[in-house]
T-cell receptor, first 112, second 114 residues
Framework: SQTIHQWPATLVQPVGSPLSLECTVE??????LYWYRQAAGRGLQLLFY??????ISSEVPQNLSASRPQDRQFILSSKKLLLSDSGFYLC???????????FGSGTQLSVL | AQSVAQPEDQVNVAEGNPLTVKCTYS??????LFWYVQYPNRGLQFLLK??????LVKGSYGFEAEFNKSQTSFHLKKPSALVSDSALYFC????????????FGKGTSLLVTP
């Protein structure tokens, strides 16, 4: 089965600092990959998704960007963090053959 | 664009009673519908999905959901709730005709009391 590795689990960063969150996938090839942000333990907001290397779709305009340099690697970045970037970030991956997403364990980002 | 509404922030149920968590959706193409569960400080876990076929879908841990096209609903149900079912439940939708974006609802917190 698929496994999503996501790190770090917790991150505290000052306003204006850069960000790089990495997500890697095991157990499948050519997955669709997703970055979600969950605010205050509730609703998930879709930030980016990718259907292949170098292919990124952005769902909301924001201070963040995503990249997919390899088939099983998905990176969420920012050049300068804002206070409003704080939240719980989840990476997810899945294939169209079973339409089932596997989620990473998340990164709790606090921007101070 | 597709969207999901979960009208209840919280659902309280006594153990052993049936539970229902509501979800309605909006999508222009074919709805692909999903339920996921999240335990505290964790990622989401897949419960069940509706893509096509039988309107009643059975999933993990005794959960089921019924697809109702006329009411654009996909409510999650379980005949007999357990205390361990207490968690945050998310409904999600994808437009099967276009794109790969999977959009989630805001979540419903289920509390099952002994």
């Amino acid at each position: 089965s698929q496994t999503i590795h996501q790190w770090p689990a917790t991150l505290v960063q000052p306003v204006g600092s850069p960000l790089s969150l990495e997500c890697t996938v095991e157990g499948t090839s050519n997955p669709n990959l997703y970055w979600y942000r969950q605010a205050a333990g509730r609703g998930l907001q879709l930030l980016f998704y990718s259907v292949g290397i170098g292919q990124i779709s952005s769902e909301v305009p924001q201070n963040l960007s995503a990249s997919r340099p390899q088939d099983r690697q998905f990176i969420l970045s920012s050049k300068k963090l804002l206070l409003s970037d704080s939240g719980f970030y989840l990476c997810a991956g899945g294939t169209l053959t079973n339409e089932k997403l596997f989620f990473g364990s998340g990164t709790q980002l606090s921007v101070l | 664009a597709q969207s999901v509404a979960q009208p209840e922030d919280q659902v309280n149920v006594a153990e052993g009673n049936p539970l229902t968590v509501k979800c309605t959706y909006s999508v222009s193409g074919n709805p692909y519908l999903f339920w996921y569960v999240q335990y505290p400080n964790r990622g989401l876990q897949f419960l069940l999905k509706y893509i096509t076929g039988d309107n009643l879908v059975k999933g993990s841990y005794g959960f089921e959901a019924e697809f109702n096209k006329s009411q654009t609903s996909f409510h999650l149900k379980k005949p007999s709730a357990l205390v361990s079912d207490s968690a945050l439940y998310f409904c999600a939708v994808r437009d099967g005709n276009s794109g790969y974006a999977l959009n989630f609802g805001k979540g419903t917190s289920l509390l099952v009391t002994p």
